[in-house]
């Protein structure tokens, strides 16, 4: 009867508290004994594979991905649970973060059996991380216009062009490449365009660093020269690349990373209010609201997507509004703080604060901006 | 894995049917004059008193009711009488009669409550009171009550009462139980309120298609789609966290320090809410949206009273704060609980 897109409740399991339950003491344990610092953005930021191994030798890497493929057969609703406990905390993902969230699921979805036999045990234990390679310099939100090109030749393809804003390609040991394999049909702007599992020390390959206005780098202008990937690299179907990239949409945009950015920050606004170096300020429980509201509908896609329900429109809101909230934290702590001195028991938060306020214009802007979402969310209630 | 929460469909159409033959306001006038008609048709069907011990329906089932109601802008007081009114009567062991109407508030030690919604049109209004030896409860006749008509912005009778507390046959209650009507009256504005801004998106989205400036629909201007989506976001996350809360009080668990935490989420997101879906529900329907001829302000008003009642939207933001700061360094366990009820 409703009318707004629905988000249904869903209660926890007792499997998954019990879940939970051992995240927990692993994270405490991690952090009593010096493993990681939380720290803000940390699924972006945060490049730590030796911890990622340490996820995996628990089973908490490659969770839905089945067993005889290296992986643990769990439900999305577990690798939620995981990942959101993980977040929280503000432990270092950055470097399984794409190869876990999107790739394995893509393999399963449309990889051939032989790349799924020679990445996916890879991608579990945490020895094979990806970067994502969709965005050029002149293709953004409009990401059908892509000029990266592929051109068949003997055995493979052969691509030229350059793509840019990939985080963590430096670091990674393949990104997965949208490139137009067929020429450009005005009428058909979503057809001939392409996918392509890119090994990223392949000869005619150069990564070029771009530092982030924070000065860290992820960011990487990743440039083509003739690059060669054989056939058996191409993903999916040939032509297929625009309903591929479409159909992760869901499991790109309602995760818990698209509303625990700057969870430690929360919690040291908190863990400083009740230490008495900040004045109680309603905002704060505010944001805890929100977050925790969010927590649910986040809740309830993945329980969809592990039921095999299509959930986009749901998908889109978590993610306005959880990058919104996010950013609103960042700006809460940043109106908050002042400059103080070393005495004021604010020096934990003040340097958290820093690092939030300059990542936060990437919270609106990475995985569709929210303008563009906004558009998808105007089109499910019918008005374009 | 649970079921997940869901009202039973058959239920949730019926609910529809009924209350989309809700009156509404009479021509020419902002006073919300109770709807005894519509009332009669529910308490035929058993809608006046959902959730009584005898009939088996929960919070989830009452949750569809008020939002049915709110949807098509009933003035009818089924929250007060069966949640509120009704249950505390239940509670306290005093005779229900179910074919009688009220309505329920707290009273100072003279007597006196402000603002007691629909008091001026019920046959009794159970009323709690703080005595010297514990908390009391009294089904007082409406004709036994003193009674100061007064309304809210949205038109509803919101009047002042005064008891003769001394002469009210009554009885005792545990503190428990009044802190719990507190939650429960907190929480069913809330559920109210997703409710009224659902139908806001629904008739925001609909206006949007319809109405021609330029040339083209308002819906075609990009302006015009975010701030429907706007409302479209507002009103899911705002469900959400009253469906989290809704579970709680179903689960009926009785722990009243864990139904807080979930009602005060649900109290701010849905009154933070509020100030956009108001907004932008006005905005997108320009100047006749403003008049009493038009009926958004019959759900946008309401929505707006509704979040005074029961506690400010700021005193449960300030409630939030004070109960992480309290829970030490770790929010995300205390919000996110690993054990079961
Ligand atoms: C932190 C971060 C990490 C990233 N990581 C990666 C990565 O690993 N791999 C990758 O491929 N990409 C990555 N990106 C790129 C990201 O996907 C793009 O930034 C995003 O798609 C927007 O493209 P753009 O930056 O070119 O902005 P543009 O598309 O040029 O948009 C600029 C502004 O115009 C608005 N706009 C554009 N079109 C419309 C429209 N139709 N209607 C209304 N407004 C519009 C946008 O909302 C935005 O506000 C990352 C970005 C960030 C910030």
């Known amino acids: ?384 | 894995m649970d079921a997940p929460y869901r009202i039973d469909a058959q239920l949730e159409q019926t609910l529809e049917q009924v209350f989309s033959t809700a009156a509404g306001l009479q021509p020419g006038s902002t006073d919300l004059h109770f709807d005894r008609k519509l009332w009669a048709t529910l308490a035929d069907l058993g809608f006046t008193r959902l959730t009584s011990q005898a009939t088996g329906a929960t919070w989830i089932e009452a949750a569809g009711l008020l939002r049915a109601a709110a949807r098509h802008a009933a003035a009818v007081p089924v929250a007060e009488n069966d949640l509120l009114a009704g249950w505390l009567v239940e509670r306290a062991g005093l005779p229900d009669e179910p074919a009688l109407i009220r309505t329920a508030c707290i009273a100072d030690a003279s007597g006196s409550a402000t603002g007691v919604p629909w008091a001026t049109e019920v046959d009794r209004i159970v009323v709690l009171w703080e005595a010297p030896d514990g908390w009391r409860v009294a089904d007082v006749p409406r004709d036994d009550a003193t009674i100061s008509p007064g309304r809210d912005l949205a038109g509803r009778p919101t009047d002042d009462v005064r008891v003769d507390l001394a002469r009210a046959a009554s009885a005792a209650i545990p503190a428990a139980c009044v802190r719990e009507y507190d939650l429960r009256g907190a929480l069913a504005r809330a559920v109210q309120s997703t409710g009224a801004m659902d139908r806001m998106l629904a008739l925001s989205s609909q206006y949007a298609t319809e109405r021609v400036q330029f040339g083209r629909a308002l819906a075609k201007f990009q302006a015009i789609q975010h701030l429907v989506a706007d409302i479209a976001c507002e009103t899911a996350l705002a469900t959400a966290a009253v469906d989290a809360a809704v579970f709680q009080m179903a689960s009926g668990h009785g722990d009243l320090d864990w139904l807080e935490l979930a009602v005060a989420i649900a109290r701010s997101v849905v009154g933070h809410a509020a100030s956009v879906t108001v907004r932008n529900a006005h905005q997108v329907h320009g100047a006749i949206g403003t008049t009493l001829e038009h009926r958004l302000h019959e759900l946008t008003k309401p929505v707006l009273a509704w979040r005074t009642e029961f506690g400010s939207l700021r005193e449960w933001d300030a409630r939030l704060t004070d109960r992480i700061a309290r829970a030490g360094s770790d929010p995300w366990s205390f919000g996110v609980r690993a054990t079961r009820a």
């Open chain 1, 1 to 384: 009867m409703s009318f707004a897109p629905a988000a249904h409740h869903v209660h926890e399991s007792a499997e998954l508290c019990a879940l939970r339950v051992d995240v927990r003491a692993f994270i405490r344990d991690e952090i009593a004994s010096g493993g990681f610092v939380p720290a803000v953005d940390c699924w972006l930021n945060s490049w730590d594979a030796a911890f990622s191994r340490r996820l995996a030798a628990r089973g908490w890497l490659g969770m839905t991905i089945p067993v005889e493929y290296g992986g643990h057969g769990r439900t999305f609703l577990e690798r939620f649970v995981v990942t959101e406990e993980l977040l929280a905390a503000g432990a270092p993902l950055a470097a399984h973060w794409i190869s876990d969230r999107q790739i394995g699921p893509s393999l399963m979805k449309f990889g051939s059996e032989e790349q799924r036999r020679k990445l996916l045990p890879g991608i579990a234990a945490g020895e094979v991380f990806f970067a994502i390679g969709m965005s050029e310099p002149d293709s953004g939100s409009d990401l059908a216009s892509v000029r990266t090109k592929a051109v068949k030749v003997d055995g493979g393809w052969q691509l030229t062009g350059s793509k840019i804003w990939t985080s963590g390609a430096h670091l990674s040991h393949y990104f997965i490449v949208l490139a137009r394999s067929a020429p450009l049909d005005p009428e058909h702007r979503h057809a001939g365009l392409s996918q392509y599992i890119v090994a990223l020390d392949a000869p005619g390959i150069e990564i070029r660093p771009i530092v982030s206005m924070n000065g860290h780098h992820h960011f990487n202008q990743v440039f083509f020269d003739g690059v060669f990937v054989p056939d058996a690299m191409l993903f999916g179907r040939e032509g297929d690349g625009w309903k591929q990239v479409t159909s992760e949409l869901s499991y790109e945009r309602s995760g818990p990373e698209r509303f625990l950015s700057t969870w430690p920050v929360l919690a040291e606004m908190a863990a400083a209010t009740a230490r008495g170096d900040l004045a109680p300020d309603p905002e704060l429980g505010r944001m805890f609201a929100r977050l925790m509201a969010l927590h649910q509908m986040s809740l309830s896609v993945a329980d969809a997507l592990t039921n095999g329900r299509a959930t986009d429109q749901e998908a889109a809101i978590v993610k306005v509004l959880g990058t919104a909230t996010e950013g609103d934290i960042a700006e809460l702590a940043g109106s908050t703080i002042g400059g103080g001195d070393a005495s004021d028991g604010l020096a934990r938060l003040r340097a958290m604060t820093a690092t939030a306020l300059l990542s936060r214009p990437g919270f609106t802007l990475r995985g569709g901006t929210n303008e563009i979402l906004r558009g998808v969310i105007a089109r499910g209630l019918g008005l374009r």
